[in-house]
């Protein structure tokens, strides 16, 4: 599996060894993070109850990195790129995106977490099932939904 | 020679099967014949498809032992 996967939730325990690890790098002065949940929606009268993430693992691996080169030679007092998403079924309110940057400064940090995550969105391949109350499911994509043909 | 093909997000349910393998084919025009054949309700999807993990817009020559995935559109973050 990817460094960059975990399998079904992210856990706050992750969450918080990471922040205590970002602690070593003592030229930084800030982290932000950001943490995506799954959102119980209301999707045709059918509420979510979990999103099912898959994933091109290989190519998961190849573009993160790729995000964290864009990052850090865009924003150079960003001294570190953490990016963990889900794979399997991840229920609603349980987090499935965690993403923290440190940097030197906090303006850095600020929109080097929000670059991050736009560049997450557009380019990790990874796709969501969302899996209703009633057990019936449907593939999304970011910015628009696909519905399978009957 | 023997290829990988795999099939992401909803396609993975058009084709029945996440994985599968085509013998002797040259390459990706080729390869896209095969597949309507198999699976015309492909024709409804739009997808990128990338060749080793590269995406790739143009026909390329494929070899024994290359992985082409088919890729709807991404839905991570």
């Given at each position: 599996?990817?460094?960059?996967?975990?399998?079904?939730?992210?856990?706050?325990?992750?969450?918080?060894?990471?922040?205590?690890?970002?602690?070593?790098?003592?030229?930084?002065?800030?982290h932000d993070i950001f943490l995506g949940q799954v959102r119980d929606d209301m999707v045709e009268g059918r509420k979510v109850t979990a999103i099912e993430y898959s994933a091109y693992e290989p190519m998961v691996t190849k573009e993160a990195d790729r995000i964290r080169g864009t990052i850090q030679a865009e924003f150079p007092?960003?001294?570190?790129?953490?990016?963990?998403?889900?794979?399997?079924?991840?229920?609603?309110?349980?987090?499935?995106?965690?993403?923290?940057?440190?940097?030197?400064?906090?303006?850095?940090?600020?929109?080097?977490?929000?670059?991050?995550?736009?560049?997450?969105?557009?380019?990790?391949?990874?796709?969501?099932?969302?899996?209703?109350?009633?057990?019936?499911?449907?593939?999304?994509?970011?910015?628009?939904?696909?519905?399978?043909?009957? | 020679m023997t290829i990988t093909v795999l099939f992401f997000g909803a396609l993975s349910e058009v084709a029945g099967t996440g994985t599968k393998f085509y013998n002797d084919v040259g390459s990706l025009d080729e390869l896209s014949l095969r597949i309507a054949d198999d699976y015309p309700l492909m024709v409804h999807y739009s997808y990128r498809i990338s060749v080793n993990n590269e995406i790739t817009g143009e026909n390329a020559v494929l070899k024994d032992g290359d992985e082409v995935a088919f890729l709807p559109p991404f839905a991570g973050g």
């Open positions: 599996m990817s460094d960059y996967l975990v399998k079904g939730r992210v856990e706050a325990r992750l969450i918080s060894e990471k922040i205590e690890e970002a602690g070593r790098l003592t030229n930084c002065g800030g007092g960003v001294g570190s790129v953490i990016i963990v998403h889900s794979e399997g079924v991840v229920r609603a309110g349980e987090i499935s995106l965690f993403v923290m940057i440190s940097a030197g400064h906090r303006v850095q940090a600020i929109e080097a977490c929000r670059k991050t995550v736009e560049l997450i969105k557009e380019g990790l391949p990874v796709w969501k099932k969302e899996i209703f109350s009633d057990s019936s499911h449907r593939w999304t994509a970011n910015g628009a939904s696909d519905k399978l043909l009957p | -």
